[in-house]
């Protein structure tokens, strides 16, 4: 069975990305833009992605997917991805995305089966993350601190996920990152 982590990397205060949905401040820290041996690791056992919309449609413009679909499998490789959306989104020719609306309880069992033996990563944003906290399916989340701060933007995890549920399983520095892995146990009450 596979598991579900949140793998991501936040503010010091908090935040995934600022109010206009941007990631450009993780792309100033020193070390943001990845290339991290310890990632690649981590995206090898990865056999599914799954996204929110904003964070699809953000990588999607900052990276002009849709005219370069050939810089997708250098970022993920084939694997598919789900991006749970409530609007129509553009696709980038030739990559497996699959778009769900609804609750990801009801998708779960099509995303468990595509990943097979490896893990689903829950790329973006907070809120899907929480969902599948909520649904009982997050087992992990592994946050990157940025030395960054914002003085608004998207949450981190927008949830109350108090100690009863989160174990500290990991800390390691990575460059000017400090990155933090909790395991997560139980459902949403």
Known sequence: MPRVIFYTATT????LADDQDSLEWLFAAPGGEGGDDDFQRFLSGIGVLVQGSSTYRW???HEDLVAHPEKWPSYYGSRPTWVFTSKEQPVVPGVDIRFASGQVRDVWPQIRD???ERDVWVVGGGDLAGQFADAGLLDEIRVSVAPATLSSGKPLLPRDLGPDRLELTSVRQAGAFAELTYAVTGVAV
Do not use: W
């Open 12 to 15: 010091l205060n908090g935040f």
């Open 59 to 61: 990588v999607l413009e």
């Open 114 to 116: 595509a990943a097979g």
